[in-house]
């Protein structure tokens, strides 16, 4: 695998204004709020957390769909941050996204070809015919039947729409795949086949993705690297069996203990948090997770953690690694 990032996000942020009550009162929702990670050429690089922490907002930072408030986001070694929609337009042929929804992000009037073939007609020169051959082909390669191709959004199951969506996204030939919760929406059955396919496809033509969730099963199936969120921060990174067998953020170690378990004799400890998640319009000061959190120390309420490496590979932003603190 090649170590060069394909993508660097360095203290991104991004908050949405708000406006409460009767004199309209401004406040900021801090989805993003300082993350900072970087996704090598050809790796699956998983962001988890609960509904609600800045993860899907982040996949549209990464593909500037969202413009960031601050921070910076690189692509392939150029800055795209502040790059106008015209500047954006050649690089977004390299990065394309598979959406949660698969029937929302399809349009009910187009055939299946169209829609196929769309990013074709943005982003080459390619006759007519040739957009049809190559809709047929993708179609084919995610496992449909050409004659589908004729076919409308709605005469297909949530799977087979998302296989559309897929193949839509592959239609440019991406370096950089962001799927937004691409299976949560299918039966679980269906959901193994399109992860299958989508490791099959990564294989085949050397994709690099950015995958998000809230199902960690999912996430273990298909990571090389993985992320937690927590309320717009990054909490801890680390490789997939190393986050799986030693997570060392007590928000992780939850998370994990509430995976289900497929052996009934094999006893495991649940970590129950207490309390709601707080708003992202008046988050916790110090350490967003202290107000849940069942190691928290006095300074967890008053500083924020440092994200750093705890060891190699391995980072988290917590009190409980901070020797300083410690001694």
Same mark, same amino acid.
């Given at each position: ?24 009162? #401004? ?30 907002? %982040? ?8 413009? *960031?408030?601050?921070?910076? $986001? ?8 502040? !790059?106008?929609?015209?500047?954006? +337009?050649?690089? +977004? ?14 349009? @009910? ?6 829609? #196929?073939?769309? =990013? ?5 020169? !390619?006759? @007519? ?19 589908? &191709? ?16 897929? &193949?839509? &996204? !592959?239609? $440019?030939? =991406?370096?950089?795949? #962001? ?5 949560? &929406? ?10 299958? !396919?989508?490791?099959? /496809? ?16 999912? $996430? ?13 921060? /990054? ?11 030693? *997570? ?31 708003? @992202?319009?008046?988050?916790? %000061?110090?350490? +967003? ?12 309420? %008053?500083?924020?953690? $440092?994200?750093?490496?705890?060891? *190699? ?15």
């Amino acid at each position: 695998m090649n170590e060069t990032p394909l993508v660097e996000v360095k203290g991104l942020r991004k908050s949405f204004t708000l406006k409460k009550g009767w004199f309209g009162t #401004v406040k900021q929702l801090r989805a993003v709020d300082g993350i900072s990670f970087a996704i090598r050429k050809g790796e699956t690089f998983s962001l988890v957390g609960e509904s609600g922490c800045g993860k899907s907002t %982040t996949g549209r930072l990464v593909t500037r769909l969202l413009k *960031p408030n601050g921070g910076e $986001v690189w692509f392939n070694g150029q800055n795209i941050s502040e !790059l106008n929609d015209n500047q954006m +337009r050649p690089i +977004r042929k390299h990065m394309q996204m598979v959406f949660q929804d698969p029937y929302a992000s399809l349009n @009910p009037r187009m055939k299946v070809k169209d829609l #196929v073939a769309e =990013p074709l007609l943005i982003h080459t020169k !390619l006759s @007519p015919k040739e957009r049809d051959k190559l809709a047929h082909e993708l179609l084919e390669t995610v496992g449909l039947n050409s004659i589908h &191709a004729e076919r409308f959004a709605h005469e297909f199951s949530g799977g087979q729409r998302q296989r559309i969506g897929i &193949a839509r &996204a !592959l239609s $440019v030939r =991406p370096s950089l795949i #962001v799927a937004d919760e691409p299976v949560s &929406a299918l039966d679980v059955s269906i959901q193994s086949q399109v992860l299958n !396919l989508l490791q099959d /496809l990564q294989e085949e033509y050397g994709l690099t993705y950015l995958f998000i969730s809230h199902d960690l099963s999912v $996430v273990e199936h298909i990571s090389d690297r993985i992320g937690v969120m927590y309320l717009g921060n /990054l909490v801890e990174t680390a490789d997939k069996d190393t986050l799986y067998d030693r *997570p060392l953020h007590p928000y992780t170690q939850a998370l994990l203990s509430s995976v289900p378990v497929p052996d009934p004799s094999r006893k495991k400890e649940r970590i129950i948090l207490k309390g709601d998640l707080p708003s @992202p319009v008046d988050p916790p %000061t110090g350490c +967003r997770f202290h107000t849940r959190c069942p190691s928290c120390m006095d300074i967890c309420k %008053t500083k924020e953690p $440092v994200f750093k490496e705890a060891e *190699p590979g391995h980072q988290v932003a917590c009190h409980l690694y901070d020797e300083t603190i410690m001694k």
